[in-house]
């Protein structure tokens, strides 16, 4: 167990919805991290927030937006969903955000039909 | 650009035996690399890292990994290899906070 919690574990929704996506830090890292992994992307950094502040983007669609709120954890929303949005998303955080460990949580397997 | 490449895709070995798992990466400054390991269904455990200093970097569950500047690579090892250790495995690269994964290893441990 990281101590990093993902909920929900699993999504199903249909194309056109959004959704969102919870994560909870490991106590005391202030630093989070959204990943998804795709079949045919592997395994993608999203976005880092950090204390709060968006610090880095990675190929975040513009559908897709995140935030982090002031008790650290943190909300991955997915828009205007299309099939190729399929995939398991992960959370992971770290105590600062810098050349660190990212620990990972168990993800949430979104399935959009 | 910074990349990590695994070139084996899936790799069976038997129960007791010894196994490496390649990983080769690009990156322009010092890299700090990590394995992670991750079970059907679950998430991504750490296995071990290397951030500076000795070049040989143990592990849990008996794994170690040897950085080779020259050779650009970070491979994995484990001398006996146990059913559990099947699984999917991902060499990393941090670049500037944020981890490139290669396309993952997937062991098959026959009994």
């Known amino acids: 167990d990281s101590g990093v919690t993902q909920t929900p574990k699993h999504l199903i929704t249909a194309t056109g919805q959004r959704v969102t996506l919870r994560c909870s830090p490991r106590?005391?890292?202030?630093?989070v991290y959204w990943y998804q992994q795709s079949l045919d992307q592997g395994l993608q950094f999203l976005i880092q927030?950090?204390?709060?502040?968006?610090?880095a983007k990675g190929n975040i669609l513009e559908r897709f937006s995140a935030q982090q709120f002031p008790d650290l954890h943190s909300e991955l929303n997915l828009s205007s969903l299309e099939l190729g949005d399929s995939a398991l998303y992960f959370c992971?955080?770290?105590?600062?955000?810098?050349?660190?460990?990212?620990?990972f949580g168990p993800g949430t397997r979104l399935l959009v039909l | 650009a910074q990349s990590v490449t695994q070139p084996d895709i899936h790799i069976t070995v038997s129960e007791g035996a010894s196994l490496e798992l390649r990983c080769n990466y690009s990156?322009?400054?010092?890299?700090?690399l990590f394995w992670y390991v991750q079970s059907p269904g679950q998430g991504l455990q750490l296995l071990l890292k290397?951030?500076?200093?000795?070049?040989l970097v143990q592990g849990i569950k008996g794994f170690e990994a040897e950085f080779k500047r020259s050779q650009s690579s970070f491979n994995l090892r484990k001398p006996s290899v146990h059913w559990s250790d099947a699984a999917e495995y991902f060499c990393?690269?941090?670049?500037?906070?944020?981890?490139?994964f290669g396309t993952g290893t997937r062991l098959q441990v026959f009994p």
């Open positions: 992971a955080s770290s105590r600062s955000g810098g050349v660190e460990t990212q620990y």
């Open positions: 106590s005391g890292d202030l630093s």
């Open positions: 927030y950090y204390n709060g502040e968006e610090r």
């Open positions: 990156y322009g400054a010092t890299p700090y």
């Open positions: 290397y951030f500076s200093g000795d070049t």
């Open positions: 990393a690269v941090d670049n500037t906070d944020k981890l490139i």
